[in-house]
Each structure stands twice: as structure tokens, then as C-alpha cells.
């Protein structure tokens, strides 16, 4: 508390609320919960300290650091993009519509957490600590990631757009075409018959999530990307 007063006196009221929001919301993910559950909470104990009648769990160990790696990162970010590209069929599908509210509110969880983890990327994480230099693996990498959100958050709401049958023509290209043009243009042919309040909010939602993945996101880590050499004597 004695830390956050002086925050409020030193950098004003907006940023440290902004850092304690931010946080709160990152931790409702499932990303986190997995991270939670499965990764490494405490270094392991000294080996002096474990007796030598006991085994060591050698398969949860792995498992704590696998969690923890870029690896399982990439893993998740595919899986996800495939779930949401999925999405859209599923929505047309004649699956029961219990499941297709699983895949709504899951994908409407993955957009939160994208969402909030790039917000903190940005405006928290590489404020944290001012001891340590906040780093990323690598900004190609970050950009690479970037693109694979941007394009789960479409199919997302593609899906949820051919779920709630809110589309002037039911179809994947349709859809696909119009959850692309609401994230960069903020322009969609809705069925003018079938507007309501939960469609609003989509839209609304979806074009404040385009405007910051494409303006704030994706221009900035592309514009830390290496500049390539020019031949040309006058451009050097």
C-alpha cells in the first residue's frame, strides 16, 4: 500500500490503477490457470535436503518446465488459431448448440486474453521490474505470434457471427470476409432483420480489438524489425 501511495504521488493516479487492473485481468486466462497448475512455483530443494530412500518425480519436473518454455507457447497459439478456424464450420454444423456455446465462450475467453496480455505487454510488463531489462525472445517472433492473434480473434468472430446467424449470407467466405473488414475498416453487411444488442457489441468489441492489434500491436514490434541494406548509395 505504502509502494502505490507513492506511485499516485510520483507518476499521478491513471498508470498505477492501470498496472493493478491490468494485472488482475491477465489472471483470468486459461493460460495462466495452466501455467498455475502445471509450472514451476519453487526451485527444487537442495539435493543434501532430499533423502536418498525417495524417488525424484522426474516426469512432473519436466512437465513444470515444459510449461514454461517458448515451445509450449507456439503450441498453444496454433492450437488455438486451428480451435477458432474450426469455429466456423462448427457454427454451421448440426452439432448441438450446448457445444457450440462451449466454443463461443471458450473463443470469447481467448479474445479477452489476447487482449489483456498484449495491453500489459505494452504498457506493463517492461515496467515491471527496474532492476532487470524486460526482454522478448525476439521481435520477429513477437510479430509472427502477433499475426497468428490477429487472425484467431477474426475466425473467432467469424464463428460467433455464422453462430448467432447475424450475416446477410451464412457461409465461411462470407464470414471469413466480413470479420476481416470489421477488424481493419470497421464495415460489415449484417442482417439488418437480426440486430441486437449482443450483435452491437460484437462489432463494437471487435473493432476496438482491430484498431489496437493493427495501430498499437502489430505496428509496433514490425517497425523494430530489422531494416534491410539498400544498394543504392543515396539511401544509406
Known amino acids: 500500500m505504502k509502494d502505490f501511495s507513492n506511485k499516485i504521488y510520483t507518476e499521478g493516479l491513471i498508470i498505477p490503477l492501470m498496472e493493478i487492473s491490468l494485472k488482475f485481468l491477465e489472471k483470468i486466462s486459461i493460460f495462466y490457470v495452466i501455467r498455475l497448475l502445471f509450472g514451476e512455483k519453487q526451485q527444487n530443494p537442495p539435493k543434501e535436503e532430499i533423502p536418498e530412500s525417495k524417488s525424484v518425480d522426474t516426469t512432473s519436473q519436466e512437465t513444470k518446465k515444459f510449461v514454461q518454455t517458448a515451445l509450449f507457447v507456439d503450441i498453444w497459439i496454433l492450437f488455438n488459431c486451428i480451435l477458432s478456424f474450426s469455429f466456423i464450420f462448427i457454427a454451421l454444423s448440426s452439432i448441438s448448440n450446448s457445444w457450440k456455446y462451449v466454443f463461443f465462450i471458450y473463443g470469447t475467453l481467448r479474445v479477452f486474453e489476447i487482449f489483456i496480455y498484449q495491453l500489459n505487454v505494452i504498457f506493463v510488463h517492461p515496467y515491471q521490474d527496474r532492476e532487470q531489462v524486460y526482454q522478448l525472445t525476439s521481435y520477429r517472433r513477437m510479430t509472427v505470434l502477433l499475426i497468428h492473434n490477429f487472425f484467431e480473434i477474426?475466425?473467432?468472430?467469424?464463428?460467433?457471427?455464422?453462430?448467432?446467424?447475424?450475416?446477410?449470407?451464412?457461409?465461411?467466405?462470407?464470414?471469413?470476409?466480413?470479420?476481416?473488414?470489421?477488424?481493419?475498416?470497421?464495415?460489415?453487411?449484417?442482417?439488418?432483420?437480426?440486430?441486437?444488442?449482443?450483435?452491437?457489441?460484437?462489432?463494437?468489441?471487435?473493432?476496438?480489438?482491430?484498431?489496437?492489434?493493427?495501430?498499437?500491436?502489430?505496428?509496433?514490434?514490425?517497425?523494430?524489425?530489422?531494416?534491410?541494406?539498400?544498394k543504392n548509395h543515396r539511401e544509406k
Open 154 to 230: 477474426l475466425f473467432w468472430f467469424a464463428g460467433s457471427y455464422l453462430f448467432f446467424q447475424l450475416l446477410q449470407e451464412q457461409t465461411p467466405t462470407f464470414a471469413l470476409t466480413q470479420s476481416f473488414l470489421q477488424m481493419i475498416t470497421y464495415n460489415i453487411l449484417l442482417d439488418e432483420n437480426k440486430t441486437t444488442l449482443l450483435s452491437v457489441c460484437l462489432l463494437q468489441i471487435q473493432a476496438i480489438i482491430g484498431v489496437f492489434m493493427t495501430i498499437l500491436s502489430l505496428a509496433r514490434f514490425a517497425s523494430l524489425l530489422p531494416k534491410p541494406e539498400s
